[in-house]
């Protein structure tokens, strides 16, 4: 199955506004990943529309959707309005292994580098 539903919840990140996390703030993504549980950027190709990203935050002002996108090696979340802001690189994504419990760092706009933590990997049914 080529695409799995990852789900990022904030982790604790010590020195910033959450130092305890929080599970009401993350990151929705549909991610094509290999059989390594790696990002696949042929997979990535196959079904580039389908590989989308929503930020969720009690905030109504922080949410956004758009989608997971590769350029020049690396992986960024892209938004698709100017209120939902620029693009997010994702630090050294295409070389994690997306496993639950796993941790990424995610360069949210106009703010510091956050910790999120995987807390869910639902594969999604689908051709290859």
Request: charged share 35%; glycine share 8%.
């Amino acid at each position: 199955m080529p695409l799995t539903r990852l789900t990022l919840r904030l982790a604790r990140n010590p020195g910033t506004e959450f130092p305890d996390g929080d599970d009401q703030r993350g990151y929705v993504v549909v991610a094509p990943l290999d059989k390594f549980d790696k990002l696949d950027v042929d997979l990535w190709r196959a079904h580039k529309k389908d590989c989308t990203v929503i930020r969720f935050s009690p905030d109504e002002s922080e949410r956004a959707d758009g989608w997971l996108t590769h350029r020049d090696s690396k992986w960024y979340f892209r938004y698709d309005e100017d209120e939902e802001g620029p693009n997010e690189p994702i630090y050294r994504l295409g070389q994690h292994e997306m496993w639950l419990g796993d941790y990424l760092t995610i360069h949210e706009a106009g703010k510091c580098d956050f910790v999120f933590k995987i807390t869910d990997a639902l594969p999604l049914a689908g051709e290859d």
